[in-house]
């Protein structure tokens, strides 16, 4: 299996044709204080795969801080049914909603493993205080 893309968005779901959407992707977000949680952030990691990938796979996500200490990880399975007849690619959107725990500024990384194999990682750079545009700038 290999990663298409893997990014943070405000939503995300999958239609009932299969189709997934995708509302808000961000990098980037700015806390008022710390330590904060950025609330139902949606990791949101487009996996591709064929007829080899075919039973079970572990998936575990890593999230860690700008000194590079782990604040959270969690494991779960992927189940890869067999495809129909004739397809040789196929697309397993994979979408978890979480809560961001964030503890101090700096860039912030979410790592994505299958099968205890690193394949992709989302970086987040997380600001605090109050925005300089927020700060009652005069505009003339």
Same mark, same amino acid.
Request: charged share 15%.
């Given at each position: ?16 044709? %299969? ?29 591709? %795969?064929?007829?080899?990938?075919? %039973? ?16 959270? +990880? +969690? ?52 600001? +605090? %205080? ?11």
């Amino acid at each position: 299996m290999q990663v298409s893309f893997a990014l943070f968005a405000d939503a995300a779901n999958l239609s009932q044709e %299969g189709k997934l959407n995708i509302l808000g992707v961000f990098d980037a977000v700015q806390v008022g204080s710390l330590p904060a949680v950025h609330p139902r952030a949606h990791l949101v990691v487009r996996l591709k %795969g064929g007829r080899d990938d075919v %039973g079970m796979h572990s998936v575990t996500l890593t999230w860690t801080n700008p000194a590079e200490e782990e604040l959270w +990880s +969690s494991t779960g399975q992927l189940d890869v049914g067999q495809p129909p007849p004739g397809v040789t690619e196929m697309d397993m959107p994979l979408i978890a909603a979480l809560d961001l725990p964030i503890d101090r500024a700096g860039t912030y990384t979410m790592s994505i493993a299958l099968d205890n194999s690193s394949v992709a990682q989302v970086a987040l750079q997380v600001r +605090s %205080g109050i925005p300089p545009m927020a700060r009652g700038a005069l505009v003339s």
